[in-house]
Structures are given as C-alpha cells and as structure tokens.
Nanobody
Framework: QVQLVESGGGLVQAGGSLRLSCSASGRTFNGLGWFRQAPGKEREFVAAITWSGGNRYYSDSAKGRFTISRENAKNTVYLQMNSLKPEDTAVYYC????????????????WGQGTQVTVSS
C-alpha cells in the first residue's frame, strides 16, 4: 500500500514562491511526479523525478521556475515553485509512477489528496 501526503500549498502573490512537499510511504516504484488541476481543466503534468537516478523532467510551463528534488532518506519529494503566476493556480497532486511515461496521468497509480495553490495578481 502506498500513501502520499502533500503539504505546503497556500495563497501567494504573483512573483512569490512556495515549496510543496510530498511524503510517501510504501513502495515508490519508478519515481514520483507532480501534477496540477485547475477548475474546469484536465489534470496536467508539472514535474517528475526518478528515485534511482535522480533524473528530473519538467513541463514547458515549469521549466526555469520550478525545481523538483527528493530526499530519499525521508521518502519525500519537494516542488520548489518560484516566480509564481496567477495561471499556476490549481490543486497540486503528487503521485507515484508505476509505468513508463513520466508525463502521462495513466502512468501513475497512486495519488495524494492534493494541496491548493492560489496565486493572486
């Protein structure tokens, strides 16, 4: 059984920063990813990291502003978000990837409950 708990969301002004945390228990398989979902939109990929090699992947919107990192000893993955924009407003989810394809929702079998990020203009 895999359990994921996200934290660190909140309200921030445009240009500000937030750091999200995802604490994982149980197996973590191939790696962990962050996704987000805004009201009325589909869930979209943000960033992913592998547990073994530390490879990192980002969406185009996240590149240069967000950084994903991991602390294996704590089974925790972080998403540092800088230069936040109002369009980053969404519920952010972390998930454990069990199949190939780091950017696909269907590659992830286990999901956290989500944490709200709101960026005001």
């Amino acid at each position: 059984q895999v359990q994921l708990v996200e934290s660190g969301g909140g309200l921030v002004q445009a240009g500000g920063s937030l750091r999200l945390s995802c604490s994982a228990s149980g197996r973590t398989f191939n790696g962990l990813g962050w996704f987000r979902q805004a009201p009325g939109k589909e869930r979209e990929f943000v960033a992913a990291i592998t547990w073994s090699g530390g490879n990192r992947y980002y969406s185009d919107s996240a590149k240069g502003r967000f950084t994903i990192s991991r602390e294996n000893a704590k089974n925790t993955v972080y998403l540092q978000m800088n230069s936040l924009k109002p369009e980053d407003t969404a519920v952010y989810y972390c998930a454990v990837r069990t199949r190939l394809g780091y950017a696909s929702v269907t590659s992830y079998n286990y999901w956290g409950q989500g944490t709200q990020v709101t960026v005001s203009s």
